[in-house]
């Protein structure tokens, strides 16, 4: 069957930053203020996308570019292009099918979304998809529902956890205080206790330690990942703790404003943690050639917030769908331009200026 055109390509949104400001005139000032909200005064946000412009790569020629193929596995699932869905909260503001759209979405471009589980649908009605998702987590005051949760996921088909640990506390967010509050969050003191009902619980109150970590490892029987981890010594303790990767991230800029942004860290983690560890980056990531630039710097796979949310806004299913087809379009681009066939030759060595060699 003959694939439908791309929804967003059909409204002349050719770029990341096209379908951005098309989202702007889509969502409701609410949804667009909640979406873009950063810590205090934006310096971990605009950092990101500096530190991202910032890295030049080697243009090459004459090299044999003809068969490109930017897939790469991770964790047993092969992706078209090493791009996944980040677990944004506030969906349902953006889009009514809101987490449902955005698995859909992946899904038809070859990839997969971690969804929050701060989220608009249940994860009974996300399973009911029959497609791959990841689960993300956040710690909640009750240590036994936090492994409840991770279960109850797990059960019902996600293929990943993904425990967010970068929010014992809520950064000081510049649109919170004037009322904007997370969806579904009454104050940051509610918490919805019943597991069972199947209804996400959305609030952390008391932060966890390292000697937790060990629990959610020993409960969690797919591949378990944090996220918001920064440091290098953070993530030697994750490896040696016994999960299975990390996610390296800011959280969008929202959480500490004088943090470096995951570019910028990336070599120094994946120093500390080998070649073997998994880690996925995120951050301002708007072109394919940014994809390159993380995956040089040692990430494994980048992972999209607000983008997946514009498309959300501007084609439900088919726009997520689309976000990821032009990062895949802009990242052969890419490999062809700098010289690389697949993902494997995607490495330091790309980057300019080369090392000096004796």
């Not at 003959?2 to 409204?11: D, H, K, V």
């Not at 969804?115 to 009911?128: C, G, H, L, R």
């Not at 949760?149 to 990943?160: F, P």
């Amino acid at each position: 069957m003959a694939r439908a055109e791309p929804y967003i390509l059909s409204q002349g949104l050719w770029t990341i930053e096209k379908i951005g400001a098309a989202a702007r005139t889509m969502m409701s000032d609410e949804a667009w203020y909640y979406v873009s909200d950063v810590a205090e005064d934006g310096l971990a946000a605009a950092r990101e996308r500096e530190a991202l412009d910032s890295i030049l790569l080697r243009q090459r020629v004459m090299t044999e570019v003809g068969n490109i193929d930017p897939s790469v596995e991770l964790f047993g699932q092969s992706l078209a292009v090493p791009v996944i869905a980040s677990p944004t909260s506030g969906q349902g503001m953006v889009h009514r099918e809101a987490e449902l759209a955005v698995v859909r979405g992946c899904a038809a471009a070859g990839s997969i979304a971690a969804v929050s589980n701060a989220s608009e649908k249940s994860a009974s009605q996300i399973a009911a998809e029959g497609l791959p998702w990841w689960q993300q987590v956040y710690p909640q005051s009750d240590k036994g529902i936090t492994l409840e949760l991770i279960e109850h996921s797990i059960k019902l088909g996600a293929s990943a956890i993904v425990l967010t640990v970068d929010v014992p506390v809520l950064g000081r967010r510049r649109n919170l205080p004037a009322g904007i509050a997370p969806p579904g969050w009454s104050s940051i003191d509610d918490l919805l206790e019943d597991v069972a009902s199947d209804q996400n619980l959305r609030v952390m109150r008391e932060p966890y330690t390292w000697a937790d970590l060990g629990d959610f490892r020993e409960r969690s029987s797919v591949p378990l990942l944090l996220k918001g981890v920064l440091d290098p010594e953070d993530a030697t303790r994750a490896r040696d703790a016994g999960v299975d990767g990390i996610v390296v991230s800011t959280h969008g800029g929202r959480q500490l404003d004088a943090a470096p942004s995951a570019v910028e860290v990336l070599p120094w983690i994946r120093d500390a943690v080998g070649d073997d560890f998994v880690l996925i980056a995120d951050g301002s990531v708007r072109r394919g050639s940014h994809v390159l630039r993380l995956i040089a710097r040692g990430a494994n796979a980048v992972a999209l917030g607000r983008p997946v949310l514009w498309g959300l806004a501007c084609g439900g299913a088919d726009g997520v769908r689309d976000v990821v087809e032009i990062l895949k379009a802009e990242v052969i681009t890419t490999m062809a331009l700098t010289g690389c066939q697949c993902m494997q030759d995607v490495g330091a060595d790309i980057q300019w200026p080369p090392k000096h060699r004796t």
